[in-house]
Nanobody, 120 residues
Framework: QVQLVESGGGSVQAGGSLRLSCVGSGFSYDRLCMGWFRQAPGKERERVATIDDYGTTSYADSVKGRFTISKDNAKNTLYLQMNSLKAEDTAMYYC??????????????WGQGTQVTVFS
């Protein structure tokens, strides 16, 4: 059974940093594309960052230069390092995968989410 569990969210002052983690079970992170998504109240879900089986990363324009996605295949863990946080980064953050080497627009498997709140 595929499971994804996010952690690391919290409340942080604008300009601060957080590191999100996503531990998976029931599958191996090796040779898979995985991604971080977020959804704020009243807004559409947004793809934040992805990392494919080659380690190639992709970011939303709104987070480029501030967020870094990475994964540790040995630990089956996906990370999102978030620096220089802004109020507009406030959202529920989810990790997701389609168990493929590439990331479709809407993956099949999702975690339960972790809340990030940035206050000024």
């Amino acid at each position: 059974q595929v499971q994804l569990v996010e952690s690391g969210g919290g409340s942080v002052q604008a300009g601060g940093s957080l590191r999100l983690s996503c531990v998976g079970s029931g599958f191996s992170y090796d040779r898979l594309c995985m991604g971080w998504f977020r959804q704020a109240p009243g807004k559409e879900r947004e793809r934040v960052a992805t990392i494919d089986d080659y380690g190639t990363t992709s970011y939303a324009d709104s987070v480029k230069g501030r967020f870094t996605i990475s994964k540790d295949n040995a630990k089956n863990t996906l990370y999102l390092q978030m620096n220089s946080l802004k109020a507009e980064d406030t959202a529920m953050y989810y990790c997701a995968t389609d168990l493929r080497t590439w990331c479709p627009r809407v993956p099949t498997y999702w975690g339960q989410g972790t809340q990030v709140t940035v206050f000024s």
